[in-house]
């Protein structure tokens, strides 16, 4: 048994006593409903049980994340943890223009000698690229939609277009994970970000104590961080990672990696294909097309399946909602204001599908991802309730219509004071936010 946290106060939070054993799984669910906007606090477990892990880390902490936006305390606890002789190691996001997605990443760079990027790799990849001439079509197999220039897929005899060219900026890191003293694993969906641990979004984490998983998520973060491979570089495997929990040899854990591990491939499907009863999702984007064509195999086959998809997901021309729709999958898309973020499933109300990997081809086969697939999980029926409160949260008027991301439709939305449908325009000055 061990104290995580005593009694600690930092940046005027204090945490009460936590503690874990060896080989213990921890969820973490954070709520969207009701949450008015953004919050740079750390007031929710979701960012309290990261915290109180860095604020006791005693040798070192690894971390992938995608970047860092309003969540100074996590920068603090991180220059704390330096300050007392750990070693600090992390890896970000870089695009093809050495910049990342969030404002206050930066500050990660200055405080840190050793903070490492995919910007190199990203480099290399736009020069085979514009050599290959990427952008071109290959001979079509279906129509384009008219007016839509982005890359063509044809699917079900349809073709799925974005409306404006997509310009090669990098393929991204996407992880968001921790390493704390190789034994202790944080990852999950949520972004080190005020919208993410700061819990305006739909989130979820895994705490676990394991030090045979948090030695498969080292290797991953040596090969990018030590070897310098990141993306399409890494030698594919297309297998997935099997980890056995000591204390309960039932719950098996799987790790795949993206894009090496082809984690749709080698860890979601056989989920999928082995439901039985239920398939309760959870999701940002869900543009894959085996995905989809699966889902409907098991609603065929009898199995109850509910999708909640995030209102911005829903947006993007390759989503495959109202497909699933046209086949009889009940599909409900959010309206709270915060975003369905989250990239899970419940199999069976057993399984937990869960990560940071959307289910895109991107996510699958170009980004920096890690899924998680635990079976019999002891804490189902926690997520479970969750799910179900989620659903019921949102009006049943959303399993036909679509709500506009940033308007009078998604609740707080229109006074959140952050761009929800990624237009550049925030709140009132949003076209969907007035009368």
């Known amino acids: 048994m061990r104290l995580l946290i005593g009694s600690i106060c930092l940046i005027g939070i204090i945490f009460s006593s936590i503690t874990t054993r060896a080989d213990e799984i921890n969820l973490i669910l954070n709520s969207p409903i009701n949450k008015s906007g953004p919050s740079n606090n750390c007031e929710h477990d979701i960012c309290k049980t990261l915290l109180s892990t860095i604020l006791t880390a005693e040798k070192t902490i690894d971390f992938a994340i995608y970047g860092m936006r309003g969540q100074l305390h996590i920068l603090k606890a991180l220059e704390s943890a330096l300050d007392r002789g750990v070693t600090v190691r992390g890896i970000i996001d870089k695009d093809i223009d050495n910049k990342n997605y969030y404002t206050d990443t930066w500050m990660l760079e200055n405080k840190f000698t050793n903070i490492r990027s995919d910007y190199v790799s990203d480099k290399k990849t736009l020069e085979k690229l514009t050599k290959k001439s990427w952008s071109k079509s290959k001979k079509n197999k279906c129509k384009r939609p008219e007016g839509h220039k982005g ?81 399409r570089a890494k030698k594919v495997t297309r297998t997935a990672n099997s980890v ?80 699933l729709r046209e086949k009889g999958i009940p599909v409900k898309i959010e309206n709270w204001g915060g975003k369905m973020h989250m990239k899970s499933a419940l199999v069976d109300g057993k ?12 996510g699958e086969s170009k980004n920096d991802e890690n899924t998680l697939v635990i079976m019999d999980f002891h804490q189902a029926g926690k997520f479970g309730s969750f799910y179900n409160d989620l659903w019921a949260s949102i009006d049943d008027r959303w399993l036909d219509d679509k709500p506009r991301p940033e308007s009078f439709e998604s609740l707080f939305s229109c006074k959140d004071r952050i761009d929800n449908d990624f237009d550049k325009k925030i709140d009132s000055m949003d076209d969907g936010c007035t009368r």
């Not at 021309?317 to 109202?322: A, D, N, T």
């Not at 399984?351 to 991107?362: F, R, V």
């Open 151 to 231: 890359p063509l897929q044809c699917f079900k005899g349809e073709g799925y277009a974005s409306k404006s060219d997509i310009r090669f900026s990098g393929y991204i890191m996407h992880n968001k994970f921790f390493i704390i003293d190789n034994r202790y694993v944080w990852t999950g969906s949520a972004n080190i970000s005020d919208t993410g641990t700061g819990g305006y979004n739909a989130n979820n984490a895994l705490f676990i104590d394991s030090k045979s998983l948090a030695s498969v998520f080292i290797a991953e973060f040596e090969r990018m961080y030590t070897e310098g491979l990141f993306h």
């Open 351 to 362: 399984h937990l599908i869960t990560g940071s990997m959307n289910w895109t081809s991107a």
């Open 244 to 323: 056995s929990m000591a204390t309960s040899p039932e719950q098996n854990i799987t790790v795949a990696f993206s894009p090496q591990d082809y984690a749709v491939y080698s860890a979601v499907m056989p989920v999928l294909k082995g439901a039985k009863e239920s398939i309760d999702i959870v999701i940002f984007f869900l543009t894959h097309k085996n995905i989809a064509i699966e889902l409907v195999e098991e609603h065929k086959r009898g199995v109850k399946v509910r999708i909640i998809i995030d209102a911005t997901g829903a947006t993007n021309e390759y989503s495959k909602h109202q497909f």
